[in-house]
């Protein structure tokens, strides 16, 4: 393992495993009228779906399912692996579609999300970050490259400006239910440099 990677290991991986399941299981519970919020919930870019099996543990009527340009050897969750730009499933396909910072990850982040919104029956759920200038665009890069590069995850760094995220909501015709951009992901001098105003949680109905 890189020096990057058990950085990131020890110091930041599990507190934001943690803390980012139980803000999204938060979310999830308060949607639409199935018990514990929606019964199925595709997660796109998930990873070795950590997240996911900790949000399920808390939302046992929640089944998540996952997809990824690269399925790790080992997850804690079903993930079949997809081509990057075309979700292999038919419109409406799940009840909310997730993608925790993976849009920023793709050379084309509106064409991924179109996507989203298409497999989409009900509900969108994004994490990602915005970019609000260079001192930003230059924290955003070393969080990316820190928490990434071990795993061999394509950096693009494309990073989008509140109005671009505003924009694509708008294009897809979809509402902003909620979102929530102080998420408390790391603690002490992390939390002081990389925490405020660079991410956020935005809760989409179609």
């Not at 308060?30 to 998930?46: E, I, K, Q, T």
């Not at 994004?126 to 990434?148: A, E, P, Q």
Request: net charge negative; hydrophobic share 35%.
């Amino acid at each position: 393992m890189s020096l990057s990677g058990y950085f990131h290991k020890k110091m930041i991986y599990s507190r934001r495993m943690d803390r980012l399941s139980s803000l999204l299981a938060d979310r999830i519970k308060g949607l639409g009228n199935d018990p514990g919020g929606c019964a199925s919930v595709l997660d796109l870019g998930c990873g070795d779906g950590k997240i996911d099996s900790l949000i399920m543990e808390k939302l046992p009527s929640v089944q998540i399912e996952g997809i990824d340009v690269l399925v790790r050897d080992e997850t804690y969750i079903n993930v079949s692996r997809y081509d990057g730009e075309n979700i292999p499933f038919t419109d409406g396909s799940y009840d909310a579609v997730m993608a925790v910072d993976v849009l920023h990850h793709t050379d084309s982040p509106e064409k991924i999300f179109k996507e989203i919104c298409r497999v989409s029956d009900r509900y969108v759920i994004i994490k990602d970050h915005v970019c609000t200038g260079l001192m930003s665009y230059i924290k955003l890069r070393v969080m990316d490259y820190v928490g990434n590069a071990h795993y061999h995850v394509r950096l693009p760094y494309k990073y989008l400006t509140d109005e671009q995220w505003r924009h694509m909501y708008s294009e897809n015709e979809l509402e902003l239910l909620r979102i929530d951009t102080d998420l408390h992901l790391y603690k002490g001098l992390f939390h002081m440099l990389f925490d405020q105003k660079l991410h956020f949680i935005a809760i989409l109905a179609k």
